[in-house]
């Protein structure tokens, strides 16, 4: 079988590299650069937690083992850090954080509490003044994804497994036969043609170029991250505040994937 995937963020290459190893051939397309989408510049928190209904908790809480399933295969290209996640509030919002953890305990989530010393020697570059008294919910099955070299490795696998990823590659449009999609039509004017197209565009998906009756529904809203050097004192946990989240970054997080 022949599959186009449209987008090359951290959905287009997570199903291509799952299509290529189960032995289609893959041909992706993406707009910008590599990691050019969302995926770079997403904070990226792995997590199972504040999802509900159960079955959306269940669904991210299984992307947690399939995400460590994935690491696995690949010790020399650490992405994923579960390094555990540490939430506070203000102390006006500790009950809204006593029920939102007495949900995960009671649907089997591994949570506990930690006061603010023990949160302090975990994170001794966080100001003190800055933590509340209030209890920490912390999560240990959580951490962050290296999205770069998250899609770069699977981006890569494809191509050593036979298949193509073409970047600066934008599609205008969607070949359709009836009901089924059966190939694209580049901005060049060139055409390829597949067994099946996926429309992997992230925040583009409901481009219209791509035949109004195709486009997902989507609601945007706007996000902001910021980048900031800080080798003397880096944040070691994923830290949920009430002002906003701080997490580690950079390639050199940790030692090779056990
Ligand atoms: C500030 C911020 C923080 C976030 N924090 C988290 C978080 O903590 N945890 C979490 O799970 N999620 C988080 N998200 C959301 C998450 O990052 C996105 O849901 C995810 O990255 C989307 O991936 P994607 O592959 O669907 O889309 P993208 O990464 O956007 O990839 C889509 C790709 O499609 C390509 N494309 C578009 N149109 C075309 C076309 N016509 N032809 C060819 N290619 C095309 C684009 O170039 C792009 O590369 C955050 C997002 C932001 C912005």
């Known amino acids: 079988m022949d599959i186009i995937i449209i987008g090359a963020g951290v959905i287009g290459a997570s199903l291509a590299f799952e299509a290529a190893n189960l032995g289609t051939s893959v041909t992706v397309l993406n707009a910008g650069e590599r990691v050019s989408g969302t995926s770079g510049t997403s904070f990226a928190w792995v997590n199972a937690h504040g999802k509900t209904p159960r079955d959306y908790q269940r669904l991210n809480d299984a992307g947690i083992d399939t995400h460590q399933e994935l690491q696995a295969r690949f010790p020399h290209h650490r992405w994923l850090h579960l390094t555990g996640s540490a939430e506070y509030r203000h102390p006006h919002d500790a009950p809204a954080l006593a029920a939102k953890a007495q949900q995960l305990t009671a649907w089997g989530y591994p949570t506990h509490w930690l006061d603010k010393e023990t949160l302090l020697a975990r994170e001794p570059a966080l100001a003190r003044d800055a933590v509340p008294t209030t209890p920490v919910l912390w999560c240990e099955r959580e951490g962050w994804l290296n999205t770069r070299l998250y899609i770069e490795t ?64 989507l609601s945007s809203t706007a996000g902001l991250l910021v980048r900031v050097p800080s080798a003397a004192a880096p944040v070691r946990h994923v830290l949920i505040t009430p002002t906003f989240d701080i997490r580690p970054d950079g390639p050199d997080q940790g030692a090779p994937y056990p």
């Open 154 to 217: 699977l981006l890569d696998g494809v191509i050593d497994g036979g298949g193509s990823v073409a970047t600066t590659t934008p599609v205008a449009s969607i070949i359709r036969q009836g009901n089924r999609f059966t190939g694209v039509i580049l901005a060049s004017g060139r055409a390829l043609y597949a067994d099946r197209v996926v429309n992997c565009c992230g925040r583009w998906a409901d481009c219209p170029l791509f035949q109004p009756d195709l486009a997902p529904p």
